[in-house]
């Protein structure tokens, strides 16, 4: 009976073991192809892209079995703008660490709510061209995952961004001189506002 107990207790461990390796697979369900094959734009691990004039953003949200899946849509949709204030603040953020430009509490406290995500003001351009949701379970949770990319223009990009830095120099007075006395830059050439014509 002893000689039998090791050989009994390594087959249980074993038992176990593969047992916890294979119970969480996931089980495909159900899609907007009605097929477990996602868009590439979706499959990708790319959020955000540049192709010529126009920047791509990629958001994903998931949500449970039961719930809608037009709402997830609309909560991946704004993760994106979340995304997208959100690589402008840390662009901002960027410009200033270059031109080694300190900015005050206020400017600090705007350009934070930014980055977070808090950003109240209005994000024009930015449009939504396809969509793509995934149905599975994962043991006895069912889930949905909701992808949605974006676009925006190289010039609505620049206004939005535009609209951010006017709420932080508004905050600073320091800063808005360094911009006037042209100490910093926060736009590329190509994200500049053109110049009004002279009459």
Known sequence: MKRWLPWFASCLFLAVLGGCATSASRVFLDSTTHSDSPPSWAEGTQMVWEDGDTIHLKASHTVRGDERVNGCFDLARLDAKEQLITEIAT?????????????????????????????????????????????????????????????????????????????????????????????????????????????
Not at 136 to 164: F, P, S
Request: proline share 4%; with cysteine; net charge neutral.
């Open 91 to 199: 662009d901002v953020r960027g410009s200033l660490d270059s031109a080694q430009q300190s900015i005050s509490e206020n400017a600090e406290l705007v350009l934070g709510k930014v980055r977070s995500g808090a950003y109240d003001g209005r994000i024009t351009g930015l449009r939504f061209a396809e969509e793509y949701y995934e149905r599975y379970r994962v043991g006895a949770t069912e889930r949905v995952d909701c992808h949605v990319l974006g676009a925006i223009g190289r010039a609505d990009y620049a206004q939005v961004k535009r609209n951010v830095v006017e709420r932080i120099v508004a905050a600073d007075p320091r800063l808005k001189e360094a911009v006037t006395q042209k100490q910093i830059d926060f736009f590329r050439p190509d994200e500049r506002a053109p110049a009004s014509p002279k009459e």
